[in-house]
Each structure stands twice: as structure tokens, then as C-alpha cells.
């Protein structure tokens, strides 16, 4: 019997994450039958799988390559035969009634779904530094993967992701391809996925912002998606804010300087209500954080010129 909906989430190294996220799905109201769990490995992923709940539907695609998140989801998405498809990541766990409220929603080929995604409840102390998760709480533009889910007819018309993304642009191209073929965008705020919150060491987020690279690919092909840039120019405020501050520095005002770096230290004008132990937590992380927005801003840059347009 072909399932109704597929789960696909694409993964590499993240075994204990992927076991969280199984044991989330396994645990889900709708009937077992009705379902399907497509996790999708590397090549040279350890012979040791995720532990599967007993009898959750779930099977394992493994990449004929070592691949990125984009080429695993078009191998899940098209390993089933489920008319919805739905994405989730590997670092997140689905309420359990995620897939029935997809599926109350689900309107064919004519729309596609997203869902609420918060930092997960039980990590949300670790948020903090150079941590990082994922807060989707209404109608995103931007299409993230972590929750939302495609008609498998309009994934076959639209020909799926977009390789030529790497990590960063791939599920807004597809977003805005699948609004431009016709098909409305319904956000389901009850179909909730909780995303793990990451602390990060300065290194390890460092080489995570070459994957900004690809943003400027997918503003060159979508033109008309800077109205939800910050600026029509900047990635992220915290990019903006970050320019400013060394344009304060360039001028060699000491006056001028602080007030531009002003709203980088504190972009909220908050910092006069926090206690003093958080307000000296925000303080001995400022200068990691603005070490990791410098180089994600490099990257960003890079990536302009390589698909030349213009983003900071």
C-alpha cells in the first residue's frame, strides 16, 4: 500500500540527532500505514544506523556519492511514491501530530505546506554565544526546509531542488518556482517541528559560512525576492549593522566610531534591562559573534561577485 505522506530527511555524521528525530516520527498519531520515513546517507556512512523504534516506517537511500543536503532530498523525494512529501532535517524533531495537520491541510498540487519551527523547548538554555537553531513562527519567504512539505506531482513538475545550490538558497528557489508555476503557499501553525539548538565552537561556525556563498545565486535568479532582504541589499540586519560599524571605525572619530558600533553591540537597545551575570555572558561573546557575521559577510560577497549581484 503506497503511503499517503513521506518524510525526507537528508543526513551525514548525525547519528544520535537522527535517532531523536526517528523516535519523534515512530511516536506520530497518524496510523502507521499511512506514512513513510526516507532518511538519506552518504556513501561512506558507517555500517551503524540511527536505532529505528520498533516498526516505524522507516527505510534508509544511500547517496551513490558523497553529497550535500540538496542532492539528498531529490533522491528521498523521488524514493517514494506518497502523494506529500514532506522535509524535515536532521537536527529536528516533529510534534506529534505534525504529519495529521499536513495532511488536514493538504490541498493536492495546487499548494504546498509550512509549518512552525521553534528551538527545542528542552535546548532552548543553550541558546546562547555562537549557538545557533531555527524560529519559523509565521508565513516565511524564505522557504525552509526544517518544515514544509511539497505535492510529489509539483516536486516532478518543478524538477525538485536545484543542485547547483550547495547548502544556502536551494528550498527558497524552490519556494518561489513552486509560487511561480501557480501553486499558493498555506502556512500550517500547528504542524510543529521543534529544531535543536547547536552551540558552536568559533572555528566550527567559521567554516560553516562558506555555505552563504550560494545566497547571491539565488537572488540573481529571483530578482524580485530583495524586497525581503534587509535593505534590498543585505542578507541579514546583523550584516547591515556590522558595515555600519566599520564605517564608524574608517572615519578615525572615536565619537562616530561608538555610535555606529552602537547598534551592532546592542541592535535591540536592550541591553540596560539585562542582569548583570547575562549582560556580561553577551559581552564576552560579542566579539566571537562579530567574527563569525565578518565572515559570513565575506562569503556573502564572494558569492556576489562570482554570480554578479549585488549582496552583503
Known amino acids: 500500500m503506497t503511503p499517503e505522506i513521506a518524510v525526507v530527511i537528508p543526513t551525514r555524521g548525525r547519528e544520535p ?5 526517528l523516535e519523534a516520527l515512530a511516536a506520530q498519531s497518524l496510523q502507521r500505514d499511512r506514512y513513510e520515513v526516507i532518511v538519506v546517507r552518504d556513501a561512506d556512512a558507517p555500517e551503524r544506523l540511527a536505532p529505528v523504534p520498533d516498526a516505524a516506517p522507516v527505510r534508509y ?21 506518497a502523494r506529500l512529501v514532506a522535509f524535515t532535517d536532521d537536527d529536528c524533531r516533529p510534534a506529534p501530530d ?7 491541510a493538504d490541498r493536492g498540487e495546487a499548494a504546498f505546506l509550512q509549518g512552525r519551527t521553534e528551538p527545542d523547548p528542552s535546548e532552548r538554555h543553550l541558546l546562547y554565544g555562537l549557538a545557533r537553531s531555527v524560529q519559523v513562527v509565521g508565513p516565511s519567504d524564505w522557504y525552509e526546509t526544517c ?3 511539497y505535492p510529489r506531482a509539483l516536486l516532478e513538475r518543478l524538477g525538485g531542488f536545484d543542485e547547483a545550490f550547495e547548502q544556502v538558497g536551494d528550498d ?4 518561489l518556482r513552486a509560487r ?18 547547536l552551540p558552536r565552537t568559533l572555528p566550527a561556525a567559521i567554516r560553516e559560512t562558506s555555505r552563504f556563498g550560494t545566497a547571491a545565486l539565488m537572488i540573481a535568479r529571483h530578482p524580485e525576492h530583495r ?29 562616530v566610531a561608538a555610535l555606529a558600533a552602537l547598534p551592532y553591540a546592542d541592535p535591540y537597545g536592550s541591553w540596560h534591562r539585562l542582569p548583570p551575570r547575562t549582560l556580561a555572558r553577551e559581552l564576552v561573546h560579542l566579539p566571537a559573534r562579530a567574527t563569525v557575521d565578518l565572515a559570513e559577510l565575506i562569503a556573502t560577497v564572494r558569492g556576489a561577485v562570482r554570480y554578479r549581484s549585488p549582496l552583503i
Open 17 to 21: 540527532r537522527v535517532a531523536f528525530a
Open 172 to 175: 527558497t528557489d524552490l519556494g
Open 180 to 197: 511561480a508555476a501557480g501553486a499558493r503557499r498555506i502556512y500550517v501553525d500547528r504542524a510543529r517541528v521543534w529544531h535543536a539548538v
Open 147 to 149: 518544515n514544509i512539505a
Open 227 to 255: 524586497r525581503v532582504l534587509y535593505g534590498r541589499l543585505f542578507l541579514r540586519p546583523s550584516h547591515a549593522r556590522l558595515a555600519l560599524a566599520f564605517a564608524g571605525a574608517l572615519s578615525r572619530r572615536p565619537l
Open 61 to 81: 537511500v544511500t547517496s551513490p556519492r558523497v553529497s550535500g543536503p540538496v542532492a539528498k532530498r531529490n533522491l528521498g523525494w523521488r524514493a517514494t511514491g
Open 98 to 104: 505534525w504529519l495529521a495537520r499536513l495532511l488536514e
